[in-house]
């Protein structure tokens, strides 16, 4: 996997990053001493932050996009998967995939 660093003073290189502290800022206004707050209170802010879908993950979520990542190198230990999902494809609870737009939120 590719790594690229940013160049110093450059936000436009590092788009995923300030959009998140900006989402952060809504909570703790910039320069917020974060250990003054209860760790229930970060996580609380985590458990309303994660779930939303990114368009830098192809509107999956940070969860679905790790779970295939894990299940990918799972299948890479293993060499046998239990079942394969397609790129751009999301399974449903029925055990079909979804493709396209339709599971886009």
Do not use: I
């Amino acid at each position: 996997m590719p790594v690229y660093s940013c160049d110093p003073a450059s936000p436009g290189q590092r788009g995923s990053n300030e959009n998140t502290n900006g989402l952060l800022r809504q909570y703790f206004p910039k320069g917020t001493n974060l250990s003054v707050h209860a760790r229930e209170d970060l996580d609380a802010v985590v458990a309303e932050l994660n779930p939303r879908p990114r368009k830098t993950l192809d509107w999956d979520t940070p969860a679905e996009r790790l779970a295939g990542l894990l299940a990918t190198c799972a299948w890479l230990r293993t060499g046998a998967p239990k079942h394969r999902q397609r790129a751009g494809t999301r399974m449903l609870r029925s055990g079909h995939e979804q493709t396209g737009a339709a599971h886009r939120r």
